[in-house]
């Protein structure tokens, strides 16, 4: 199975910070990978597939990167409704795998 | 709108089955792919299975954890999405999602997802 390795496991940042979240696969996925936001209690959210795809309706202050094996997920300003965990998937072989999550709270 | 709704989460013993639904509306069910992705209290998500569409021959894959006790399936006539879950171990215990997969090009990815439901597996 791939492994996706998510870093860091979590960081405490502020409002309007620049945010950077990378995942890494064990072997190339070319772009076969999406980014997921979660608040607690809720379902996941798509943010961006294909690892650079901005989904319908997220916010522009969102935006994915990479190639291969090495993606990154980056939040250019952050705003208080983004204090969430993120987590990668990649559908490029079966199983499917998620990073373990990225949680990111308030400083 | 599209609507994903899971149910038939409970308590059951180690051993025991239980069958999950999730109704879906809004959408053209029988188009889509269909998973269910589970978590674990307070830990990350985990990819548990697939049932494809119908131009797909609805064919099935499963994560290695689950494969041989859990079985999926879906009636497009009733827009719903099952997971039989036999065999249960403590470790299944988890909130079960059902997700929507969607397919651009070469890419995937889940735009919908239902809101949960709670399997606990407990003596």
């Known amino acids: 199975a791939i492994q996706m390795t998510q870093s860091p496991s979590s960081l405490s940042t502020s409002v309007g910070d620049r945010v950077t979240i990378t995942c890494r696969a064990s072997?190339?996925?070319?772009?076969?990978l999406s980014w997921y936001q979660q608040k607690p209690g809720k379902a996941p959210k798509l943010l961006i597939y294909?690892?650079?795809t901005l989904q319908s309706g997220v916010p522009s202050r969102f935006s994915g990167s990479g190639t291969g094996t090495d993606f990154t997920l980056t939040i250019s300003s952050l705003q208080p409704e983004d204090f969430a965990t993120y987590y990668c998937?990649?559908?490029?072989?079966?199983?499917?795998?998620f990073g373990q999550g990225t949680k990111v709270e308030i400083k | 709108e599209v609507q994903l709704v899971e149910s038939g989460g409970g308590l059951v013993q180690p051993g025991g089955s239980l069958r999950l639904s999730c109704a879906a509306s809004?959408?053209?069910?029988?188009?889509?792919?269909m998973d269910w992705v589970r978590q674990a209290p307070g830990k990350g998500l985990e990819w548990v299975g697939r049932t494809r569409n119908k131009a797909s021959s609805y064919t099935t894959e499963y994560a290695a954890s689950v494969k041989g006790r859990f079985t999926i399936s879906r009636d497009d006539s009733k827009n719903s999405l099952y997971l039989q879950m036999d065999s249960l171990k403590t470790e299944d215990t988890a909130v079960y999602y059902c997700?929507?997969?969607?397919?651009?090009?070469?890419?995937?990815?889940?735009?919908?997802w239902g809101q949960g439901t709670l399997v606990t597996v407990s003596s």
């Open positions: 294909a690892a650079s």
């Open positions: 997700a929507r997969g969607s397919i651009v090009g070469s890419a995937f990815y889940f735009d919908y």
């Open positions: 809004g959408f053209t069910f029988s188009d889509h792919y």
């Open positions: 998937l990649q559908d490029y072989n079966y199983p499917l795998t």
């Open positions: 072997q190339g996925i070319r772009n076969e």
